[in-house]
């Protein structure tokens, strides 16, 4: 499966963004899928993740109560609604795919990495 992240930009602080991870050449049902995220300087970082099956999903800590990870399989896409956007948001985020039912949050249990968006959050 191809993934690939679209719909970052620039926002002032308290905006919001949404992030799509379209699949392409297999359904994305087939997968869970997490979203990462790499700021300047830092290691890339768990944003949220969400199950193949049960739809069960997984927030960090930092973005808890403004993100939220949805999918739309009809449309072989999955979403990050991204509200309350604060400065320290700003980085690259990145949508994976592992093949396992469950979700995780660690990176190196995923095995399929779009390219990223860059969202950058002003002050």
């Known amino acids: 499966v191809q993934l690939q992240a679209f719909g970052g930009g620039l926002v002032q602080a308290g905006g919001f963004l949404r992030l799509s991870c379209p699949a392409f050449g297999r359904t994305i049902s087939g997968y869970s899928i997490g979203w990462f995220r790499q700021a300047p300087g830092k290691e890339r970082e768990f944003v949220a993740s969400t199950s193949k099956y049960d739809l069960s999903t997984a927030y960090a800590d930092s973005v808890k109560g403004r993100f939220t990870i949805s999918r739309d399989n009809a449309k072989n896409t999955v979403y990050l609604q991204m509200n309350s956007l604060k400065p320290e948001d700003t980085a690259v985020y990145y949508c994976?795919?592992?093949?396992?039912?469950?979700?995780?949050?660690?990176?190196?249990?995923?095995?399929?990495w779009g390219q990223g968006t860059q969202v950058t959050v002003s002050s």
């Open positions: 994976a795919g592992r093949g396992g039912s469950a979700y995780s949050t660690i990176e190196s249990r995923y095995d399929y």
